[in-house]
């Protein structure tokens, strides 16, 4: 809440225009939209690189502790949002994360009823990284070359 709405840089233009070939029911659209809005850590309408590297930080840790490797999990989501999403790193859109999202649900299974199984995963997921570790990434500013993932109780000390 308060956050300013920042432009993205990307322009949506491209993504309006494949909008309609890549339509899915209001269920799917309603989680995807959450999904964006829980990946937009500093809450200002936009997908940063270190957004998107910070929450699958969290996420591999909850998945593999003390033992997860933070310099592949940033080298791998740092290469994912500048292959398919920007490649100078700018912010993005929610239409760019949309049309990225279906793009990738579609060559996983081109059911709908089965993305949605997906999507309600990823979210769930998200969701309880945000909760698990000690501090709210979501009101608190944070620059991804300099903060370090957050320690959870029980997961790599506290």
């Known amino acids: 809440m308060g956050a300013t709405q920042s432009p993205c840089h990307t322009p949506c233009v491209e993504a309006e225009k494949e909008e309609v070939e890549m339509g899915r029911g209001?269920?799917?659209?309603?989680?995807?939209?959450?999904?964006f809005n829980l990946h937009d850590l500093n809450g200002n309408g936009s997908l940063e690189e270190g957004e998107l590297v910070h929450m699958n930080e969290m996420i591999a840790?909850?998945?593999?502790?003390?033992?997860?490797d933070i310099?592949?999990?940033?080298?791998?989501?740092s290469g994912i949002f500048r292959d398919q999403l920007d490649?100078?790193?700018?912010?993005?859109?929610f239409e760019k994360f949309r049309m990225y999202t279906f793009k990738e649900l579609d060559r996983l299974d081109?059911?709908?009823?089965?993305?949605?199984?997906?999507?309600?995963?990823?979210?769930?997921?998200?969701?309880?990284?945000?909760?698990?570790?000690?501090?709210?990434?979501?009101?608190?500013?944070?620059?991804?070359?300099?903060?370090?993932?957050?320690k959870a109780a029980g997961i790599g000390g506290a």
């Open 61 to 68: 840790v909850l998945h593999t502790g003390e033992m997860t």
């Open 87 to 93: 490649p100078d790193g700018d912010s993005v859109c």
């Open 110 to 150: 081109p059911d709908e009823h089965a993305q949605t199984m997906i999507v309600a995963q990823l979210i769930a997921e998200a969701t309880l990284a945000l909760e698990t570790f000690s501090y709210s990434v979501k009101t608190k500013p944070w620059n991804l070359n300099t903060q370090g993932v957050p």
């Open 26 to 35: 209001p269920q799917l659209e309603a989680m995807t939209k959450e999904l």
């Open 71 to 77: 310099d592949a999990v940033k080298t791998k989501y």
